[in-house]
């Protein structure tokens, strides 16, 4: 339970994320009631699926601020979280008192030795899980403190080209960076590595799991929900992704003041241009994803 794998560590542990996360990690928190209303559908999927139980010891793989934890520990589950981020870990310990949450790679960390206790019931993820330099590594990482039969329930993205949530909006910002983002590899460590359904299955086979079930969990991004255009609240998300974070530090000391804000005011126009029912609301295509660790 608490070996520590044997990896290299200095050559797969991915910095690239870390660093990601930590300056991304603020927006997120600072948005996270706006992001638990978005995702609501998600996390009611993937509790659905997992179907906790008092008693039983949970994995949170990327908490993040601690949705699921909450929910585990709301069902009577021994909670724990890992999380790349030290930001959204210290969220997570204010949101659950209750949890052990820890900071680092799940890749390469010693889950068992940082969070002893018996193996885990469950591992849950929201969206955590496509980081990863090694998914087959961290996979394995992971499951080796799991129980026999022991279950992973997790949900993911798919591809860019089904998801407004990667576009609407930025688009505008990303258009007027020099270089302008590139579109990532398929597979690439990033929001939607795991678009490829096979791809992802061969990942968890080869990590040792088995029973694996991918099946497409589609839900609408509401950001009118409380009654608003959404405008105004799609705009804070793009703000705080790495594409709103790059254009705050190149664009807006190069437009000034009003040049920056006239800029904010065609990501609004691009919203508007876009409303459906009066408000910013687009549909989201996602995997909602379980498996089980075989016994013996």
Known sequence: ??????????????????????????????????FDALFAPVTAAISRAATIRPGQRLLDVGCGSGTLLAAGAGAGASVVGVDISPVM???????????????GDAQVLDLGGEAPGPPFDLVVSRFGVMFFEDPTAAFANIRRVVAPEGRLVFACWRGREENTMF???????????????????????????????DRLAGVLG????????????????????DGTD?????????????????????????LGPQGWAALLDEVRAELRRHLVRGA????????????TNPAG
Do not use: H, K
Request: proline content about 8%; aromatic content about 6%; overall charge negative.
């Open 167 to 197: 576009s609407l909006g930025s688009s505008v910002l990303a258009g007027r960076l020099v270089p302008p983002p590139a579109d990532p590899a398929p597979g690439e460590p990033g929001p939607t590595a795991f678009a490829d359904a």
């Open 1 to 34: 339970m608490g070996q520590r794998p044997r990896t290299n560590v200095e050559g797969v542990q991915n910095e690239q994320m870390r660093l990601t996360w930590r300056d991304n990690a603020s927006g997120w928190v600072a948005n996270e009631a706006l």
């Open 230 to 254: 959404g405008v105004e609240e799609r705009l804070a998300t793009i703000l705080s992704t790495s594409t709103g974070r790059s254009a705050r530090q190149q664009l807006q000391p190069a």
């Open 206 to 225: 080869a990590a040792g799991w088995s029973d694996i079930a991918i099946n497409a969990l589609d839900f609408e991004c509401d950001y009118g929900a």
């Open 280 to 291: 910013v609301r687009f549909p989201a295509a996602t995997w909602l994803v379980t498996a």
């Open 89 to 103: 870990v210290e969220a997570a310990r204010r949101r659950v008192p209750g949890a052990t949450v820890i900071v």
